[in-house]
C-alpha cells in the first residue's frame, strides 16, 4: 500500500509563492508517475501537473504553465510543487496523486491515478 501525505500548503498574498510537498511511503516510489491535482470549493478535481519516473519529462495545466513547477527527489520519496505568481483563483484544496503504471488513458483523469494524499489547502488572498 502507497501513503501520500502532503503539506506545504497555506495562505499567501496573491503574487506570492508557495512549495507544496507530497512524501509518500513504498520502496517503488521511484517508478510511479506523480501528479498534483486541485480542487475549489463546489468544482470538480482538476489535473495541475505531472512528471514522471525520472523527472526528465514534466506536463501542466494551462492555467499554471509558466507559474508552477514539479519536481521530484527519487532519494526522499518526495515530490514538489513549486508555485509562483499566485492568483486567487488558485485557492483550491491540492491533492498528490501517483500512478504504478504507464498511462493507457487520459493523464488528466482523476480515474487514471491508483493512489491519492489527503490534500492541503491553499488559499491566495487579493
Known amino acids: 500500500q502507497v501513503q501520500l501525505v502532503e503539506s506545504g500548503g497555506g495562505l499567501v498574498q496573491a503574487g506570492g509563492s508557495l512549495r507544496l510537498s507530497c512524501a509518500t511511503s513504498?520502496?517503488?516510489?521511484?517508478?510511479?508517475?506523480m501528479a498534483w491535482f486541485r480542487q475549489a470549493p463546489g468544482k470538480e478535481r482538476d489535473f495541475v501537473a505531472l512528471i514522471n519516473w525520472s523527472g526528465a519529462n514534466t506536463y501542466y495545466a494551462d492555467s499554471v504553465k509558466g507559474r508552477f513547477t514539479i519536481s521530484r527527489d527519487n532519494a526522499k520519496n518526495t515530490v514538489y510543487l513549486q508555485m509562483n505568481s499566485l492568483k486567487p483563483e488558485d485557492t483550491a484544496v491540492y491533492y498528490c496523486a501517483a500512478r504504478a503504471r504507464s498511462f493507457t488513458g487520459d493523464q488528466r483523469a482523476v480515474s487514471s491515478y491508483d493512489y491519492w494524499g489527503q490534500g492541503t489547502q491553499v488559499t491566495v488572498s487579493s
Open positions: 513504498g520502496r517503488t516510489f521511484n517508478s510511479y508517475f
